[in-house]
């Protein structure tokens, strides 16, 4: 753990960099969102993302020196288009974590569209059960996509430490008031992209990640599937409470686009009410919505 941590988001639309420090309620002490050029970064699961390696380096570098810092251990927070999220149920525990690396990519390897060999894969315990099995959160992504950041950034003076995708990172922010609810779902929307996870008992049993960027009506459909896919894979296990989080302008909108969707009113997150930012720091409502996945990204080293 740190007295400061240092994080980055990453997407098609640009960049953002939160410097933060911990404390009941963490302090931004620093942050700045820049766009790209259109096209300098294009998400695939497969290929590499920049398409403009020069131009994505000297941003980076001159977007940190805005910073004031000199924190160069940096987490990053990548969209979840670009790599893969699976919740995996496995029929007994192992001895070791390479053990369970090597459990779970022959368990993956015919259901992925991809040679599991080629993919960075990581996984989380998310539930130990009595009769031995186990609940897994699994996150894979190519590793000829995340090499190509992580030399990048290395390239451009920083030092990547841990990566995540964004949906996670927001999780992140507002942990403290969702763990309250042990039957819960955080629904949001963010860079255009609608994130659904639900939990019941406090464990993470769906996961959703879809662009929905667009018309509403696309939008709607897109949650109020998410719901209707986890009552027919899950039948008996309610969702007792709903929580949201979109950007400012369109918060209000989207809590009551969610409430008809699922069925329940849900509770609209609010992110300047889980950190502070420094007093020089000055920014508005949308600045600091701007800086939540590279915040959630920071937070992990708090």
Known sequence: MSSKSLGLELSPAGFSFALASGGKL????????????????????REPNITDAKGFVAQLKEAHLRLLTRERAVNVSLPD????????????????????LDVIRWKLKKSLPFDIGSVQLDYQILEEKENG???????????????????????????????????????????PRLDLAEDGAFVSYYQG???????????????????????????????????????????GQAVSEVFCMASPGDAESFRA????????????????RTVRQGATLGLDRPGMHALAGALGAALRSL
């Open 257 to 272: 686009l969610v409430a008809e969707a699922s069925g329940m009113e849900p509770v609209l997150l609010d992110l300047e």
């Open 26 to 45: 963490p302090l931004v002490e620093a942050g700045l969102s820049l766009p790209f050029a259109p096209g300098m970064l294009t998400l695939s699961r």
């Open 81 to 100: 288009a670009v790599g893969r999220v699976v919740l995996l149920e496995l029929e007994a525990r192992f001895r070791s974590r390479e053990e369970g």
């Open 193 to 235: 992209t609608m994130t659904v996870l639900i939990f019941n008992g406090g464990v993470l049993n769906f996961y959703r990640s879809k662009d929905a960027a667009g018309e509403v009506q696309h939008l709607f459909r897109e949650v109020n599937s998410s719901f209707l896919v986890y009552g027919d894979q899950l039948p």
């Open 133 to 175: 099995a186990v609940s897994l959160l699994v996150s894979l992504i190519s590793r000829t996509v995340v090499t190509q950041y992580e030399e990048l950034l290395v390239e451009a003076g920083l030092e990547p430490k841990l990566v995540d995708f964004t949906s996670f990172n927001l999780y992140r922010l507002f942990t």
